[in-house]
């Protein structure tokens, strides 16, 4: 089939659908600026390996240099806005019957572009936590001590992210899975598929009959398949264009 052919399907797909679920990584948020975990770690972070930065290990061992790392990407990430991408994801939530969303990134742009409900599967960098009771603390005060400390116990306050090593939110992750196992499309978006159990999503989804379409600007490494459709593009360009193709008379404004 040709690229117009694996949209005009996809579209049709995407329009037939009663229950659609949509997991999306990095590669979303990268057209709003924000570095991949990889690409991150340039310039003054050239020489740390993610598990010196984004481990529990990590910050029992130096908890100012882990906090640093995460005030350094809190800073891109406030100054980002959502992409067309995100904006067309908004948009598949009022117009599919039923639409899950579920994300990896920790950026809370989906949120921002309008989305009502995002399964957050590694929590959020705009928040943090207690690192000792893991009390959520939405506002804190940056002061001379690094970390600053939980106003109730005096811990550290910690990012409230899960770290390489740590587990996924048990409600977020069994209602992706739920998610997956009942949907007739969906939509894995800019995501390498590496980091296990959000990589198992799709391939659970095609398991129980399900339509996958890949969004991505690369096929290597992505699984192909009977049900598995690639779409290769970036993201914001992509999704308002399928959304375009499987709703021609619906207004493409986020209304
Ligand atoms: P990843 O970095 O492993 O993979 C990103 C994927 O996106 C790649 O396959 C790449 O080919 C693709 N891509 C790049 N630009 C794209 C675009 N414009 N349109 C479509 N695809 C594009 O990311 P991942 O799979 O999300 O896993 C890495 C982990 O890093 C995740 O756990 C996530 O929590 C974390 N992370 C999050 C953010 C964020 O919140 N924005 C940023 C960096 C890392």
Redesign the pocket.
């Known amino acids: 089939m040709t690229g117009d052919a694996v949209l005009a399907a996809c579209a049709d797909r995407l329009r037939g659908a009663r229950h659609v679920a949509v997991l999306t990584?990095?590669?979303?948020?990268?057209?709003s600026g924000?570095?991949?975990?990889?690409d991150?770690l340039t310039g003054l972070w050239a020489r740390y390996r993610p598990e010196d930065l984004a481990t529990p290990e990590a910050f029992a061992r130096d908890p100012r240099l882990v906090w640093e790392w995460y005030a350094w990407r809190r800073a891109i990430?406030q100054q980002a806005k959502p992409n067309a991408?995100h904006h067309a994801l908004a948009r598949l939530g009022r117009l599919a019957p039923t639409c899950v969303l579920v994300t990896?990134?920790?950026?809370g742009l989906h949120q921002r572009a309008g989305s009502a409900r995002v399964l957050e599967l590694?929590g959020n960098?705009l928040r943090t936590r207690c690192s000792r009771e893991g009390r959520v603390v939405e506002r804190w005060a940056d002061g001379p001590e690094v970390p600053p400390r939980c106003a109730a116990c005096g811990a550290p306050l910690r990012p409230d992210v899960v770290w390489f090593g740590e587990p996924l939110p048990v409600e977020a992750l069994r209602a992706a899975w739920d998610a997956a196992s009942l949907c007739d499309v969906f939509l894995s978006?800019?995501?390498?598929?590496?980091?296990e159990p959000?990589a198992s999503l799709p391939w659970r989804a095609a398991a129980a009959g399900a339509e996958v379409i890949v969004?991505?600007?690369?096929v290597a490494?992505q699984r192909t398949g009977p049900r598995i459709h690639h779409l290769v593009?970036?993201?914001?360009e992509v999704l308002p264009t399928l959304l375009a193709a499987a709703w021609p008379n619906r207004p493409t404004a986020a209304s």
């Open positions: 990584g990095a590669g979303i948020s990268a057209e924000i570095p991949t975990f990889r991150a990430v991408g990896q990134n920790v950026d590694h960098i978006v800019g995501t390498s598929n590496l980091v959000a969004i991505n600007t690369a490494g593009g970036c993201a914001g």
